[in-house]
């Protein structure tokens, strides 16, 4: 696991660009795990930019997002299918048949989460998954006490995460409390994780799940476990890291073919 402290989320999501878009010139047929909600917003941002300024190709790429809300379709202003269009998709070349997000009005939950899943494996596994944490360690919507070894599935909300979102709708009233989530199994058999981290609400979270103990209670800390994870964080999201100097000492010290 390489922690990477930035003076601010731009620096971060720039460093988070370069590292996925290096992997779209490698292998242009790269498949990648995609997150919602307000911190990968900058990075987004950033990968359209590229696209349109130095001609990033997604031509090939395919994506899976992590989650949807049940209930919500597509077309409605806080589903995280309209987010992903608004934020990346509209502004890149990706075909739409190689997008992937779950669908929030299937009327086979069960049924849909497993073709998901299938749907990953023939697509040949997710080369890069960018991840967020929210506040009590959830990755994806893999509340506290997920299984680690969880898979796609629907999942109901916690009131501290409802509370967290209640700000993106008009009447929190009409916020769902279910949704379909990719696993905690799922996502760590991506080959590279990239989690994003901003804000001060961040930092104890980051502290438990980067330098405690890997427990189901704090989901984001079985990160610990997979081979290849880069924590993208900004100063305030830092604060409450024991080791952050550590952290600074090995990112400022590379050997240059090692450096983003």
Not at 36 to 44: H, I, K, Q
Not at 76 to 82: E, G, K
Not at 178 to 201: C, P
Request: charged residues 20%.
């Amino acid at each position: 696991m390489e922690i990477i402290i930035q003076p601010t989320p731009d620096d971060a999501c720039c460093i988070a660009a370069r590292i996925i878009a290096r992997q779209i010139q490698t292998k242009p047929d790269s498949v990648l795990g995609l997150a919602t909600g307000s911190t990968p917003v900058l990075l987004y941002r950033e990968l359209v930019r590229m696209h349109r300024e130095e001609g990033l190709d997604f031509s090939r790429v395919t994506t899976f997002n992590l989650d949807e809300y049940i209930g919500l379709p597509p077309n409605h202003p806080q589903s995280y299918n309209r987010f992903m269009h608004e934020n990346l998709f509209d502004g890149i070349n990706i075909p739409r048949e190689r997008i992937h997000i779950p669908d929030g009005v299937t009327n086979d939950i069960p049924g849909f989460c497993a073709k998901y899943e299938q749907d990953i494996v023939d697509a040949g596994g997710i080369d890069i998954q960018v991840l967020g944490i929210g506040t009590d360690g959830h990755v994806g919507f893999n509340e506290p006490s997920s299984s680690l070894a969880s898979r796609t599935r629907i999942k109901t909300l916690t009131p501290r995460t409802l509370a967290d979102n209640a700000r993106f709708f008009d009447n929190p009233n009409a916020q769902p409390h279910h949704v379909i989530t990719m696993g905690i199994g799922t996502i760590m058999e991506s080959r590279r994780i990239l989690m994003l981290a901003f804000g001060s609400n961040k930092a104890e979270a980051i502290a438990a799940a980067m330098e405690g103990p890997i427990t189901s209670m704090m989901p984001a800390s079985i990160l610990q476990m997979h081979p290849s994870v880069h924590v993208l964080l900004d100063e305030e999201a830092a604060g409450k890291l024991e080791r952050d100097y550590y952290y600074r000492w090995v990112f400022d010290n590379k050997p240059d073919w090692q450096k983003h």
